[in-house]
């Protein structure tokens, strides 16, 4: 207990109220609050229990006479009596105090475990916090029976074979980890266009992949019914396909997907073999757009398919360049947001030039290390992970690779500019902005591959205009894009 | 997953929040989770428990057994024979602890009991042998025993015994002394000494007669169901639950037949007029209540649900579905509270008691929306105690549908504890509770709230993911 008080040096109030309640808890914190002002010695307002009376007692405050439980004991000493009159005045008024009420404060989801549990149904978790922890997240919507897309990188390949199984025994999809793009019932998560609704369902191992395509079927007035993303690593050995397999079963049952299209790097040959196994099984014809040597164009893949489907294969869109021809000597420097779209410019590219260096090499041997100022045929993915670490996705933050424009233009070597714009949603709000002057003073003959659609915000036509108008040649078709500046090369050569 | 596809989803998104805004300008129905990164663990030993393919179910058993747990009062008996407690042992509450590391309540209590067993004459003689080590100590959670603070059992202490008719369980606990001056919270002077003769020679044989007597077992759950519903939250406020263990046992003592056994009816009156005199009666039913429901709930292999929150004065403990009986403990903290006469901070004792286990069940602080004057011992507002149960619905893993809090529209409280939720969200569990005088002797000097330490949970979230890694 704290210092006796000291009674003799302070003047006392003591009184008992009746026909006053007030729960003990209250009656504490009043007591605090009294207690608290700077001229009080002592305080204690508690109903008048014995237990009460007892601790009174102890304070030297102790009630004349017979006290009753149901009273209310009003018990101080102050330094004066100023002190005192206005203590007990403070008294009455914290015993009259209404206290605030209403709703609860809503507290806000910390975990995807908690937000669904708040229970919106056909729910599904997007994932895209630091990769260390995008399985705490994912492994809660699992747990939920909701399907996620997780949007980060840097899961170890481990983790996403344990995620994959879980939720296949769940009956739920793991669309990546590392999967940018997808598109659900019409919704667009990541990086994905505004195309319309129709018969045609990807699953994409490959995000830019999955936009070509998707857009090029759009522009062909074939609609997707949904793009499911799977992660960049699902057709590894290591995974296995988990993802693709459980996708394309997710929309062969679904009744708006007539016809399902694999977009892809080239997989690992023995998962090819049991996805092809496992799409025969399936009641929709699965088709692939898989890049590789055999089959290095997207666009054609697209076009494949839209003869199975008996839609007219339409003129793509495009915009002529008016730059002025090449140097002689000119060599291909292909600056790339989409690493899809890179994979298959150096595809396209090798036959006609030879090697294409490249910071992802089709062989080890063509690797370009960190130099991305190198000469000769070179093809760059800044999308890269490499690349990527501490800033935004070249499709949302163009610095790096316009700062390679300016460093190319500055070492005069006599070069062909090959890229990709890539529109859609959570990409750049007007990529043409910042690209048209970076040209212009580049002032070397460029080619863009200009993926969109005109109902993106970006809008392709306004996009295309733009980048014509500073002189570069546009393509809706990266596959053209790439043909058009090896076209521009060997006119030179 | 076909109902993935089946239309536009409702999406749940954690992390960048340029999706959200890209999401939202489509017009999509977007709910972002207040992400941050967890508030501790090895992220490997956080990534190892939420990929355990044991873990969801096992924690659903775990669950399970909890909420099917019941609770009947089948008989009071001394804990000499029902424990077979033998001469010179006492339990105490929460972790193990000796007389050296013990605090002022515990051994204010111990000393009690000493004086109350007749195993010392004087104050100083009870110190000597408890400082000796001749007296045998262990936590009452070894013997299926939870004590309110103290929690100090001697052998001729009367114990109710309660029994789980789902599981067949048993779980059991002292009788509440009453408030201010008692043993549990550290007092022994001669006023405790002669409650306690008093509980022993009278109040415990007539409570037996009278449970016995019963024709139907007393059922004991049913009664903390509905004292959630009279604003009572079950370990700091049980005014209505403790009305309601009156009106069930009164009839039965007063039928006890008195004469025959040597009482006077001043006796059976003096009965009542004890139990009903005493605001927290009914906390010595509610945590064995909570205990046979935990007890159910213990040895899944793979659940991270706590079964055990408990302290004892000096460090503070916890226990795991899926760590069996092992402890993992940390330094107790002091409760904040509201202090009784002009006792103040400087007068409290760490936090001490098994009584969390209201907490591990899902009332108590969890259920403290359907108290709202408890919060008030913080300075709190009733908005407060609605938010601090929201909360706890973010680490615990299931609703108790039989435990419902009327304002949150009777939902089920927030029940079982989730270890890797409570890492992950970083939101230590609310208990409220008395506070013990620091000086034994003392005995209560205020009421309060508290929460663990965070070290517990850090070292149960290592040892589970250990234990997850070898069973993989």
């Known amino acids: 207990m ?5 009674v003799a040096d302070s003047v006392r ?19 605090r609050e009294i207690g608290a002002r700077p001229g009080v010695r002592a305080v204690l307002v508690a109903m008048a229990t014995p237990l009460n009376l007892e601790l009174a007692a102890g304070m030297g405050l102790a009630p004349d006479g017979d006290a009753k439980p149901d009273q209310l004991l009003i018990a101080l000493s102050a330094t004066d009596d100023a002190e005192l009159t206005a203590a007990v005045a403070a008294v009455n008024t914290a015993l009259a105090a209404r206290e605030q009420t209403g709703e609860a404060q809503t507290i806000p989801s910390r975990t995807i475990a908690a937000a669904l549990a708040e229970g919106p149904g056909r729910a599904l978790a997007v994932v895209s916090v630091p990769g260390q922890y995008a399985v705490l997240e994912a492994a809660d919507a699992i747990d939920a029976g909701s399907s996620v897309l997780v949007f980060s990188d840097g899961v170890p390949v481990e983790h996403e074979v344990a995620l994959k199984r879980a939720a296949h025994e769940a009956g739920v999809l793991v669309m990546g980890p590392d999967c940018g793009t997808a598109i659900v019932s019409g919704v667009a998560l990541g990086f994905a266009n505004v195309v319309r609704p129709g018969p045609v369902g990807l699953v994409a191992a490959s995000g830019t992949g999955a936009q070509q395509v998707s857009c090029l079927l759009d522009m062909a007035g074939v609609g997707v019914s949904h793009v499911l993303g799977v992660g960049g690593r699902d057709l590894s050995a290591a995974v296995g396909g988990l993802g693709t397999l459980d996708a394309l079963a997710a929309l062969a049952g679904d009744e708006g997907t007539e016809r399902v299209l694999l977009v892809s790097k080239p997989p690992a040959p023995e998962v090819a073999a049991r996805i092809r196994e496992a799409a025969a099984g399936l009641s929709v014809p699965v088709g692939e757009a898989v890049l590789s040597a055999d089959s290095p164009s997207l666009t054609a893949a697209v076009e494949t398919l839209l003869g199975e489907l008996g839609v007219d294969v339409p003129e793509w869109p495009s915009r002529p360049g008016t730059a002025d021809a090449p140097a002689p000597g000119a060599v291909l420097k292909g600056f790339y947001a989409g690493g899809t779209l890179a994979d298959e410019a150096m595809l396209l590219a090798g036959p006609v030039l030879g090697d294409v260096r490249s910071n992802i090499p089709l062989r080890p041997e063509l690797d370009l290390g960190t130099d991305l100022r190198a000469r000769g045929h070179v093809v760059v993915d800044f999308g890269d992970d490499a690349l990527t670490v501490g800033r935004a996705h070249p499709m949302i933050d163009p610095t790096l690779r316009l700062e390679a424009i300016s460093n190319l233009a500055a070492s005069g070597e006599p070069a062909v500019l090959l890229l990709d714009v890539v529109l859609g949603h959570g990409a750049e709000a007007d990529p043409a902005y910042s690209l048209v002057p970076a040209l212009q003073a580049a002032g070397l003959p460029a080619v863009v591959a200009l993926i969109g659609t005109e109902a993106d915000p970006q809008g392709w036509s306004r996009q295309a205009d733009a980048l014509a108008e500073a002189g570069a040649a546009v393509f809706a078709s990266n596959a053209q894009a790439v043909r058009y500046a090896l076209d521009l090369i060997g006119e030179r050569a | 997953m076909s109902e993935l596809l089946s239309g536009p989803p409702a999406i749940v998104a954690a992390g960048v929040e340029v999706f959200s805004t890209a999401l939202r300008t489509q017009g999509a129905d977007v709910t972002d989770v207040d992400w941050r990164p967890p508030g501790f663990g090895a992220p490997e030993d956080l990534t190892q428990l939420a990929l355990d393919r044991r873990r969801a179910s096992a924690n659903r058993t775990a669950v399970e057994r909890m909420l099917a747990a019941g609770s009947v009062l089948t008989d009071v ?34 000393i009690g009991a000493c004086l109350f067993e007749g195993w010392a004459s004087t104050v100083e003689e009870a110190e000597k042998v408890l400082a000796a080590g001749e007296i045998a100590l262990d936590p009452c959670h070894h013997h299926r025993t939870v004590g309110p603070m103290a929690g100090v059992t001697s052998p001729s202490m009367w114990m109710w015994c309660l029994t789980d008719p789902v599981g067949g369980g048993q779980a059991f606990c002292n009788l509440n002394e009453g408030l201010g001056k008692v043993l549990r919270m550290g007092a022994f002077n001669d006023e405790v000494l002669t409650r306690l003769a008093w509980m022993r020679d009278v109040l415990g044989p007539v409570l037996q007669a009278a449970v016995r007597s019963r024709t139907e077992p007393l059922d004991v759950k049913a009664i903390l169901a509905q004292m959630l519903q009279m ?11 403790s009305l309601m263990a009156l009106r069930e046992l009164s009839p039965s003592i007063v039928a006890v037949d008195a004469a025959s056994s040597g009482w006077s009816s001043s006796d059976i009156a003096e009965v009542l007029r004890f139990i009903g005199g005493n605001e927290h009666f009914y906390l010595n039913l509610g945590m064995p209540t909570a205990k046979l429901a935990m007890d159910a709930a213990r040895d899944v292999p793979g659940s991270t649900m706590v079964t055990v929150l408990s302290r004892n004065g000096t460090e503070f403990g916890i226990q795991t579905a899926g760590t069996g009986d092992r402890w993992f403990t940390g330094p107790a903290n002091t409760p904040v509270g509201l202090f009784l006469g002009d006792y103040g901070p400087d007068d409290a004792n760490p936090d001490i008691g098994d009584s969390a286990i209201m907490e591990a069940y899902g009332v108590g602080g969890f259920a403290m929306a359907a108290a709202p004057a408890i919060v008030r011992f913080v300075g709190g507002t009733v908005p407060d105690a609605l938010a601090t149960t929201e909360r706890m619905y973010q680490l615990t893993l299931a609703e108790n549908p039989a435990m419902q809090i009327p304002i949150m529209g009777f939902r089920g409280s927030p029940s079982g504890i989730d270890v890797l939720k409570v890492a992950r969200t970083g939101w230590l569990p609310q208990i409220n509770t008395g506070m013990a005088g620091r000086v034994a002797g003392t005995g209560q000097v205020g009421a309060g709230l508290v929460q663990p330490p965070q070290q517990c949970f850090e070292q149960a979230l290592a040892a589970l993911a250990e234990e997850s890694r070898r069973a993989a």
């Open chain 1, 2 to 6: 704290s210092a006796p008080t000291d």
């Open chain 1, 13 to 31: 109030h003591v009184s008992l109220r009746s026909g006053v309640y007030a729960d003990s808890v209250r009656l504490m914190q009043v007591s």
């Open chain 2, 77 to 110: 008996r001394p804990a000499r024979e029902v424990l077979g407690l033998p001469d010179r042992t006492l339990l105490h509450s929460g972790p193990p602890l000796d007389w050296e590391h013990a605090s002022g309540p515990m051994r204010g209590a111990w």
């Open chain 2, 231 to 241: 604003g009572d939250e079950g370990h700091n406020r049980n005014r209505a639950g």
